[in-house]
């Protein structure tokens, strides 16, 4: 389409009804694409791996939603479907220089190597009770209801000690908070209670705390700072929206890969090759986050032959950045688990902003694949690949459903 300013946009479909095409039509673009968010927000994309690294350590480039232009200027509505990935509250997500330096230091101390390491034999337990509980028969099953949905959820709730009781209501609100589709109406209202479930769950760590995250956030301290009430909450909810749908999308596709992809199934099931470079090449072909929002120029910044005006919106379309020829090579768009450089892309993004959540979504799935085909090795998909639908979530390549038979 072409707007009021003459540039022509590439309108991202809010249906998700072919992502592949869309990611390839960004990339023919060039490194930076003039797009459309639903909802006709005009923003850039960058669609090129290298570029986008650049970019990603610009500090042209920032997350304070008050450099835009067109927030400024009121042409964004608070009730946008998508104002809860741009405008989240104060935590690491969106803020920059020093303070991110001191945010993140906090987060840090909660979120230790260690801490995540071990979790390692509880994500083992969910998953062989997760596994028990599948049907012993050869019917069809949704594995993501059954098994891709509820491991992380149930991680992330152990993990920041949130009562597992919510977790049904969580579901409802972040599929809310993620949709293109949420009515107007509904905008404010799921922000709201996100926030004071989060809230609710760092009063009680205060007046209890535990051998959890939150716990772990509310006692973080760096030369006597220590991060407010506000920005614990914001980085709860970022840490459950980044850490349970990444992790949920990256088992359905690297189930949907393997299963359309029988060579390289064998190859893992023989040992030929190892469970982490499915991870990696599932990550990179077909990146749980397809579009990350939002980062706001404070000057003209050029890229390639065109130019983020100041005040103007970028977007980072993993997507697109997954099968760039310039960083993986003319075999970009095959799906190869035997590819030399596994760990090349930056689907967890890369600089200041990498996720810290990366370690943990990568042992999940390293921990539930295995032993999900240890049980079921015949697992395949009990309808065409092509017949899988997209939910309507532009920053996430997330299906409505994975229907397998477990038995072949």
Same mark, same amino acid.
């Given at each position: ?123 083992? =337990? ?26 992380? @959820? ?16 969580? =579901? ?24 004071? @479930? ?6 009680? =760590? ?203």
């Amino acid at each position: 389409m072409t707007t009021g300013t003459g540039i022509s946009r590439i309108a991202l479909d809010p249906f998700v009804t072919d992502l592949d095409g869309e990611s390839a039509a960004l990339r023919a673009a060039g490194p930076l694409a003039a797009v459309e968010l639903p909802g006709g927000v005009p923003v850039w994309a960058v669609t090129r791996h290298a570029e986008a690294k650049a970019l990603l350590t610009d500090p042209r480039l920032v997350k304070d939603i008050n450099v835009w232009g067109a927030w400024r200027r009121g042409e964004i509505p608070a009730d946008w479907p998508l104002i809860g990935l741009a405008n989240p509250g104060r935590s690491m997500l969106t803020v920059d220089g020093p303070d991110h330096r001191r945010m993140r230091t906090l987060v840090a101390q909660a979120l230790t190597p260690r801490r995540v390491e071990l979790m390692r034999e509880r994500i083992g =337990k969910l998953t062989q009770d997760l596994l028990d509980a599948l049907p012993a028969d050869t019917g069809v099953i949704d594995l993501k209801a059954a098994f891709a949905y509820p491991l992380p @959820m149930y991680v992330v709730a152990e993990l920041m000690g949130i009562d597992e009781a919510l977790l049904p209501r969580l =579901k409802m609100l972040f599929e809310k908070f993620f949709s293109t589709q949420t009515p107007p109406a509904e905008v404010i209202a799921t922000l709201t209670e996100l926030a004071g @479930m989060m809230a609710a769950t760092v009063a009680a =760590k205060r007046a209890e705390p535990g051998d959890d995250l939150t716990s772990a956030l509310i006692l973080a301290s760096a030369d006597g700072d220590h991060l407010t009430d506000e920005e614990i909450v914001a980085t709860l909810q970022l840490m459950i929206a980044a850490g349970h749908e990444t992790t949920i999308s990256l088992i359905v596709n690297a189930v949907v890969n393997l299963s359309t992809h029988p060579d390289q199934r064998e190859l893992v099931l023989s040992g030929q090759a190892d469970w982490s470079a499915v991870v990696e090449e599932t990550l990179r072909w077909s990146t749980p986050t397809s579009h990350v929002l939002i980062r706001f120029a404070t000057e003209d910044v050029p890229v390639g032959d065109k130019v983020i005006p100041a005040g103007d919106a970028l977007i980072v379309s993993y997507g697109a950045l997954g099968r760039d020829e310039e960083a993986h090579g003319p075999s970009a768009g095959e799906f190869d688990i035997t590819r030399e450089i596994q760990n090349r892309h930056i689907s967890f993004g890369h600089g200041p902003h990498v996720c810290p959540g990366a370690a943990l979504s990568r042992l999940e799935a390293g921990v539930a694949l295995p032993a999900l085909y240890d049980r079921f090795p015949h697992l395949d998909l009990a309808v065409p690949a092509a017949e899988l639908r997209h939910k309507p979530v532009v920053t996430q390549n997330d299906l409505f459903e994975l229907p397998v038979r477990l038995n072949g």
